[in-house]
Structures are given as C-alpha cells and as structure tokens.
C-alpha cells in the first residue's frame, strides 16, 4: 500500500457544527502532516506529528484540533469555523521528519465548505 | 533560509510541443528538490526529486529535471506535452527538519493547447 487515504473527499458544515477529517497511511511512515490550500495557493503546513507526537503547530486557530490515535491514523477535529476556512485539507506522511531523502506522499484531500 | 521561486505562473504550450518551467532555489544547505503536480481538485503527486545523487533527474509521465548548482536552479522539461500534461506544478525545497522539511513555490498552471 502506497497511498495515503482521506475521508470524507468533499464536507459541507455549519460554523455550529464538529466534524472530523481522517486520514490513513500503511507505509509505516513516522511522520504524518495536514496542510491548508486555498484555491490558487501552494499548500501551507498546519500541524505535524513526528511518532505519533504533535511537533510543530504552525500558529494554527484552537478551532482545528488534531489527533494522532496511531502510527497510521491522523485525525483533525474541527468546530465553530469561518467561512475563510474553507479550504483542500490535505494530509501526507514522510519516512521521517524531514522528507528530505524521500518526500513527502500526499492524499488527495478534503474540500471543506463552511456555510 | 530556503525559498523557491517559479518564474512563470502561467505556461501555454501546444500538444506535441516541448515543456519548460523554471524553478529557482535558495538554500543554506544542501538541499533536497522535488517536482509536485495537481490536477484539479486533486491531491499533489510526487514528479520527480534530486537527492544529492545524480543532477540530472528523470520522472514519471517522461518529466524530467536537471539540478544546476551554479546557477541555482531546477527546470522541470518534458519533450512533448500531452493534454493530460495540464495542471499545476510546484517546485518544492527541503533542507532539513521541521519548518524547514517543505518550502513550496507558488506555483505555476500548465495548460496544453490542442
């Protein structure tokens, strides 16, 4: 398995509602990511989790919350978003931290739309 | 501190016609470089990556990219566009650990004309 899977593809929500965002990788990669892209932009790291322990928060709003339940699970947990956040959430997986030898694999992302 | 930059937002060529973009780096280190594409609504799939091995590098889809330390760059070529070709690419930087594992051009739209 060289994939990493995202569920749900698409997600419409309420600014009252939570939801959650899953993302799965069985690679065995240590280091797992979600990123922010809006349209036209270039992804923009969010969080990342280096063996299953959050690293790096890039300044992210409390609204967004992750979890990292697993070494192949990455969830993130979302509640009383803006419309602005709508947004692809994309997560990807790395061999280690640093990607440099390998890159990273990315999932084909999450199109959230907060109304 | 790394950066990248794409020279060129936009690139229009002709089906059958050979592919040029440009990518600029600059780094404290040695860097790692890749080449990402997206094709709408999708997720970024992994073209190509210099590693520190050989400078010239070859991808899938018959993409392939060459690391010219001297002039800090890494163009990404393809002799023939297909029309499955159009998409985004992003040229990416990665030094180390951290913040610094990824650092993204803005970018640049592939379209392929018919």
């Known amino acids: 398995d060289t994939e990493v899977t995202q569920t749900p593809k698409h997600l419409v929500m309420g600014m009252t509602n939570k939801k959650s965002l899953k993302c799965e990788q069985h690679?065995?990669?240590?280091?797992m990511y979600w990123y922010k892209q809006k349209a036209k932009k270039p992804p923009e790291l969010m969080f990342v989790?280096?063996?299953?322990?959050?690293?790096i928060n890039e300044s992210v709003p409390s609204r967004f919350s992750p979890e990292c339940p697993n070494s192949s699970l990455l969830n993130l947990h979302l509640h009383a978003l803006q419309p602005e956040d709508s947004a692809l959430y994309l997560c990807?997986?790395?061999?280690?931290?640093?990607?440099?030898?390998?890159?990273?694999?990315f999932g084909s992302g999450t199109r959230l739309t907060v109304v | 501190a790394q950066s990248v930059t794409q020279l060129d937002s936009h690139v229009s060529v002709s089906e059958g016609t050979p592919v040029l973009l440009r990518c600029n780096y600059s780094?404290?280190?040695?860097?790692?470089l890749f080449w990402y594409v997206q094709h709408p609504n999708k997720g970024l799939q992994l073209l190509l990556k210099?590693?520190?091995?050989?400078?010239l590098v070859k991808g899938i889809n018959g993409f392939e990219a060459e690391f010219k330390k001297s002039e800090t760059s890494f163009h990404l070529t393809k002799p023939s566009a297909h029309m499955s070709d159009a998409a985004e690419y992003f040229c990416?930087?990665?030094?180390?650990?951290?913040?610094?594992?990824?650092?993204f051009g803005s970018g640049t739209r592939l379209q392929v004309q018919p």
């Open positions: 690679m065995g990669h240590r280091a």
């Open positions: 210099y590693t520190s091995a050989a400078t």
């Open positions: 989790y280096s063996y299953e322990k959050l690293s």
């Open positions: 990416v930087v990665s030094e180390g650990t951290g913040r610094r594992a990824l650092t």
């Open positions: 990807a997986s790395s061999q280690e931290v640093s990607g440099r030898a390998y890159g990273y694999t």
């Open positions: 780094s404290s280190y040695s860097p790692s």
